[in-house]
């Protein structure tokens, strides 16, 4: 019964910005981890940032100095805002959560669409 909801997708220009939200719900504790990966049909997903429950984060060296992560453990939402955006960027994004530790378990969420065009 655990979920993660994105939301925040959409269509935006190059050189636009964009911010993705991950509502976590379901779930007594909070996750120990969070982050954003990204996918194009036919192709290996792809990390784009994770942050830790104590605000460590990382960041894929294609979206450094443009991406940032951040994370409101209070409420279970990991958010994603992108600025700079190229339409090299366009791919769904996905949101996980790290729910469990010993044994790990992991919950992905449906994810949602990221287009940059002119």
């Known amino acids: 019964q655990v979920q993660l909801v994105e939301s925040g997708g959409g269509l935006v220009q190059p050189g636009g910005s964009l911010r993705l939200s991950c509502a976590a719900s379901g779930i007594i504790f909070r996750p120990y981890a969070m982050g954003w990966y990204r996918q194009a049909p036919g192709k290996q997903r792809e990390l784009v940032a994770t942050?830790?429950?104590?605000?460590?984060?990382d960041l894929a060296d294609s979206v450094k100095g443009r991406f940032t992560i951040s994370r409101d453990n209070a409420k279970n939402t990991v958010y994603l805002q992108m600025n700079s955006l190229k339409s090299e960027d366009t791919d769904v994004y996905y949101c996980?959560?790290?729910?469990?530790?010993?044994?790990?378990?992991?919950?992905w969420g449906h994810g949602t669409q990221v287009t940059v065009s002119s």
């Open positions: 996980n959560a790290k729910i469990r530790e010993f044994p790990q378990q992991f919950v």
């Open positions: 942050i830790s429950r104590d605000g460590i984060t």
